[in-house]
């Protein structure tokens, strides 16, 4: 597995749009974007067109700060 940072926005009633940028661990870009997607969307209650992501960059396990992410890529 590989560790991604996901930054991107989503809806929010209270403000226009709310930034988030996350860490995950999948095996390639389009899994990282499917587990984002899904992640945020039950966590908030938001459709998947209400999420945007802005970028995906693969990080070094040096740069990871997640303890779940650090663990599920092995370091």
Same mark, same amino acid.
């Given at each position: ?6 930054? &991107? %926005? @989503? ?14 661990? #999948?095996?390639? =870009? ?10 945020? &969307? %039950? ?10 992501? #802005? ?5 070094? &396990? ?6 779940? =992410?650090? @663990?599920?890529? &092995?370091?």
């Amino acid at each position: 597995m590989k560790a991604f940072r996901i930054t &991107g %926005s @989503y809806a929010d009633p209270r403000q226009i749009q709310q930034p988030f940028c996350i860490e995950m661990a #999948a095996a390639d =870009v389009d899994a990282v974007k499917e587990k984002c997607l899904s992640t945020i &969307g %039950s966590k908030h209650k938001l459709k998947r067109w209400q999420i945007n992501i #802005a970028d995906v960059t693969e990080i070094p &396990g040096d740069e990871v700060t997640n303890p779940v =992410v650090k @663990y599920q890529i &092995g370091e």
